[in-house]
């Protein structure tokens, strides 16, 4: 035998083929990890993909749209759903004329309006001088916030539901409110009526005006709204 023929490798043997390579085959799965005791511990779980987040509608919101609609269309003949009166916007506003002696009370009044309403206020500044009253041009003298969409539905249900009949000796709001605009206003007097508000952790009882702007044409059509959606007017 010349040393050319010598067979190469431990696998080759005299008069017997070269084994096949072994058939491919899964990936083996990760091995659990072992903690520090020795103990296996389970892998983490793959993330999972979520999916987008389901809004919540406000419940007046779905009232309006399931009751209200339907009703105001029957008694007033609307031809499209866009005719029926609708609520815009609410707007919240506190005078401030203490703020000239108190700066603290635009702080207060701040977080008192953010309480209320879970939104941030503005201020509002004095468009000109008044020499009596000792305001200057640029003075803070109001804090306000105009609340819309969800946030407002959810304000005015809380109004209507839970804080007006907290009003001592409450007879139900003034008729006296709406302008020619179909736009109402009415006064809170205690800002404390509101159960979000813990009255040992105010400086003053407070007040303050609540206008609840609509798309009605007209003071009938604004007030048929309002009343469907819950507002308590007095019957005097």
Not at 4 to 15: C, H, I, L, Y
Not at 112 to 132: C, D, E
Not at 184 to 192: F, N
């Amino acid at each position: 035998m010349q040393g050319n023929d010598r067979p190469v490798g431990k696998a080759a043997g005299k008069g017997q083929p070269r084994a096949s390579a072994p058939p491919a085959t899964a990936p083996a799965q990760r091995p659990a990890r072992e903690g520090r005791k020795g103990k296996a511990q389970p892998a983490p779980a793959e993330p999972q993909a979520k999916g987008p987040a389901v809004r919540r509608v406000p419940r007046l919101l779905e009232r309006y749209r399931t009751q209200v609609v339907p009703t105001l269309q029957g008694e007033f003949g609307y031809r499209n759903v866009m005719e029926v009166p609708r609520l815009k916007k609410v707007v919240l506003n506190v005078g401030l004329g203490e703020a000239v002696q108190e700066a603290k009370a635009v702080e207060a009044v701040t977080k008192m309006l953010a309480t209320i309403s879970g939104q941030k206020p503005v201020t509002t500044k004095a468009r000109r001088s008044v020499a009596g009253f000792k305001i200057r041009l640029g003075m803070t003298i109001g804090v306000m916030v105009t609340l819309r969409s969800h946030r407002m539905y959810d304000f005015v249900d809380r109004l209507v539901n839970a804080a007006l009949p907290r009003v001592r000796d409450f007879h139900g709001v003034p008729l006296e409110g709406f302008d020619g605009g179909g736009n109402y206003s009415l006064g809170v007097r205690e800002q404390v009526v509101f159960p979000e508000i813990e009255y040992g952790q105010i400086d003053k009882v407070r007040g303050f005006q609540v206008t609840l702007v609509t798309s009605a044409r007209t003071r009938q059509e604004a007030q048929r709204l309002l009343q469907l959606l819950g507002m308590p007017f007095s019957r005097n």
